[in-house]
T-cell receptor
Framework: EAGVVQSPRYKIIEKKQPVAFWCNPI?????LYWYRQNLGQGPELLIR????????DSQLPKDRFSAERLKGVDSTLKIQPAELGDSAVYLC????????????????FGPGTRLTVL | GQQVMQIPQYQHVQEGEDFTTYCNSS?????IQWYKQRPGGHPVFLIQ?????EVKKQKRLTFQFGEAKKNSSLHITATQTTDVGTYFC???????????FGQGTRLTINP
């Protein structure tokens, strides 16, 4: 079974430039997450999708970040314009969850995209 | 707001020594998950605990969920170099449908 696929693996851009990350979750997983992980910290949720619906985007900086999950399968996360503080690893994860439940199944993480903003 | 705290932040041991990391929540958790992240890698699920006082074992790893469901621990017996990495606990945030990760405990081992 293929795991969560992310691309690119690394991205170096100058500040104020746009950047986009792509994620393809495990086949059949209805829930998709985007996390940001700063060095030495745990993953922090940016947005969570159940199928194509964003059910939690409270931590997504909406002035510069956007995300979409068309057709409820793969997803893109965009930053425009990027700032120096956006340098981090952006992780995508997927799981098979029951909607509205606080019981979470294991999350399968992709390899992440390491973003460096110069 | 609700927080999930882990201690210690770093732990360095000699190979063969035991290791324990502790996870504490400011609120009661319905369940708790543990993940391991190898250096340069991504988090990988280890286990989920649901019941009060639950203890689960995976070979040399022992996971406990506190009676009050506000704390948890991971204990590794006789560490090996393959245990190197950062161990995260994660619990669901009350009132919202998301997991909150602790800041992790980074384990390094002297062979």
């Amino acid at each position: 079974e293929a795991g969560v696929v992310q691309s690119p693996r690394y991205k170096i851009i100058e500040k104020k430039q746009p950047v986009a990350f792509w994620c393809n979750p495990i086949s059949g997983h209805n829930t998709l997450y985007w996390y940001r992980q700063n060095l030495g910290q745990g993953p922090e949720l940016l947005i969570r999708y159940e199928n194509e619906e964003a059910v939690d985007d409270s931590q997504l900086p909406k002035d510069r970040f956007s995300a979409e999950r068309l057709k409820g399968v793969d997803s893109t996360l965009k930053i425009q314009p990027a700032e120096l503080g956006d340098s981090a690893v952006y992780l995508c994860a997927s799981s098979l969850d029951q909607g509205g439940s606080s019981y979470y199944n294991e999350q399968f993480f992709g390899p992440g995209t390491r973003l460096t903003v110069l | 707001g609700q927080q999930v705290m882990q201690i210690p932040q770093y732990q360095h041991v000699q190979e063969g020594e035991d290791f324990t990391t502790y996870c504490n929540s400011s609120t009661t958790l319905s369940n708790i998950q543990w993940y391991k992240q190898r250096p340069g890698g991504h988090p990988v699920f280890l286990i989920q605990l649901v019941k009060s006082g639950e203890v689960k074992k995976q070979k040399r790893l022992t996971f406990q969920f506190g009676e009050a469901k506000k704390n948890s621990s991971l204990h590794i017996t006789a560490t090996q170099t393959t245990d190197v990495g950062t161990y995260f606990c994660a619990g669901p945030l009350q009132g919202a449908q998301k997991l909150v990760f602790g800041q992790g405990t980074r384990l390094t081992i002297n062979p």
